[in-house]
């Protein structure tokens, strides 16, 4: 079992930055992938960024270039720095994990809501 909890969203005016952190129960050693997925209202739920433990990263091609997924292992948390926020970019934003037993867990999810 693992709980995830996730904070830093709110609301921020376009073109600026938050930054979301996602704080796991148990180390990180049994966690294969990590990242953070949204869904605005309306839409099905997409994946923005991961990060494998390797340390490979996947980004959604709206947020190349303006966010990035990075991770503490000491901490047991990882995080998406928001940066150029749009709009476009308003929804809860849960992050999630997948063990190395292909179990995945989900956050409660954060909003977050960008003013035009």
């Known amino acids: 079992q693992v709980q995830l909890v996730e904070s830093g969203g709110g609301l921020v005016q376009a073109g600026g930055s938050l930054r979301l952190s996602c704080a796991a129960s148990?180390?990180?050693?049994?966690?294969?992938?990590m990242g953070w997925y949204r869904q605005a209202p309306g839409k099905q739920r997409e994946l923005v960024a991961h990060?494998?433990?390797?340390?490979?990263?996947y980004y959604a091609d709206s947020v190349k270039g303006r966010f990035t997924i990075s991770r503490d292992n000491a901490k047991n948390m990882w995080y998406l720095q928001m940066n150029k926020l749009a709009p476009e970019d308003t929804a809860v934003y849960y992050c999630y994990a997948r063990l190395v037993t292909s179990t995945v867990y989900w956050g409660q999810g954060t909003q977050v809501t960008v003013s035009s």
């Open positions: 148990r180390s990180m050693f049994s966690i294969n992938v």
């Open positions: 990060i494998i433990s390797g340390g490979d990263t």
